[in-house]
């Protein structure tokens, strides 16, 4: 495709800018960096790291901040991506100051796929500032935002009905760092990870709840009851990562299990397996979708959906549906997924 094949100029392009600078927004400065379309041309990370100067490392060339009204003001991009934490307390200051300024917001927060679970009217407040500021702000991501429901609401519009929903997930947990690790329940003892569960250190996958709202209410169904559970893997081995060591009996993994009913019938079964070696101790990585009803339906996909690779491709990728939507706010299942633009040029403005 000829158009592929030309740049763009410095006005064509979609200015973006980064908030965090972690595996994740690293994962997708790359991706950017591929889009002849994109230019970042910021970060905002934290003090520690400087601002007013050029990142070392994948970073290169890209300017931080520390100050993000500072750089909404020098640097005006029209998007942020927002890959900080997943609490939504942690993030909502930084939406509505980019809303505020004009810029679109795509975020990773897993609280934000479904805000109203920890702040209820939340929701309806970032459909507001949306709304009044003329902007999109849509919430990203492989779960939430693909795995656990997205993709499930797409296979269920091949379905008659839907009497239960399965979604099984196995995951290489290597990928991430220690400090995702411990969030996550992996390096502790047995008793150390009892503990930080009761205290609330560990959670876990963050986002059960707000994918079983997006997929209830994507086929007009409300949750009676919700309920999650989490019990570690012990190692039964070293396990030599980089950064840190996973020594018996340490906790090598964690498999996590959440269910929704509707009315008094078990309706939603969330099934996440992780692992820091997965391969060493046999099983398998992979994505299972299962729709029963009146044609039952499966999907599954081996050897699965990384979680930073794909968290990356499903953040950049929903720029261009956040050019062309309406002002709004979008949790996952009502601003699909866009594949890649591939194209040389800037994506269509339908707005």
């Known amino acids: 495709m000829k158009s592929s094949q030309k740049t763009p100029g410095a006005a064509e392009r979609v200015r973006i800018a ?33 601002a007013g100067r050029s ?16 750089m909404l003001e020098e640097a005006r991009p029209e998007v942020a991506l927002v890959a900080t934490r997943s609490e939504l307390d942690s993030v909502l200051p930084l939406i509505r100051l980019c809303a505020r300024r ?47 429901d997205a993709l499930p609401l797409v296979l269920a519009g091949a379905a008659w009905d839907v009497s239960k929903i399965v979604v099984q997930r196995t995951l290489d947990a290597s990928v991430f760092g220690r400090g995702v690790h411990r969030s996550l329940g992996i390096g502790y003892t047995e008793a150390g990870f009892r503990d930080a569960v009761r205290s609330r250190r560990v959670r876990g996958h963050i986002g059960f709840a707000e994918s ?53 019938r078990e309706w939603l079964r969330f099934e996440l397996s992780l692992h820091v070696a997965p391969g060493e101790v046999g099983w398998q990585t992979r994505d299972r979708i299962r729709i029963s009803g009146e044609n039952e ?55």
């Open 212 to 264: 079983a709202r997006v997929i209830a209410e994507g086929m007009g169904l409300e949750i009676e009851r919700f309920e999650e559970e989490i019990e570690p893997v012990l190692a039964d081995r070293v396990h030599a990562l980089t950064g840190h060591t996973i020594e018996p009996p340490e906790t090598a993994g964690v498999v996590q299990l959440a269910t929704a009913w509707v009315g008094e």
């Open 55 to 70: 990142a070392d490392g994948a970073w290169a060339g890209v300017r931080v901040w520390t100050d993000p009204e500072t």
């Open 297 to 351: 339906l499966e999907v599954t996909m081996e050897p699965g959906m990384p979680a930073v690779s794909t968290t990356a491709a499903l953040l950049v990728n929903a720029v261009p549906g956040a050019l062309a939507a309406r002002p709004g706010f979008y949790p996952p299942g009502r601003l699909l997924p866009n594949p890649p633009w591939l194209a040389g040029g800037r994506p269509p403005d339908a707005r």
């Open 102 to 148: 004009g810029v679109h917001v795509v975020s990773t927060s897993e609280e934000l796929a479904w805000p109203d679970v920890e702040q209820p009217g939340a929701g309806a407040s970032l459909q507001r500032t949306a709304k009044e500021a003329g902007v999109v702000i849509a919430a990203a991501g492989i779960n939430p935002g693909f795995a656990f």
């Open 18 to 50: 980064f908030f965090g600078a972690g595996t994740v927004a690293t994962a997708a400065l790359e991706v950017c960096r591929r889009r002849p379309w994109m230019d970042v041309v910021a970060a905002v990370r934290s003090p520690s790291s400087g």
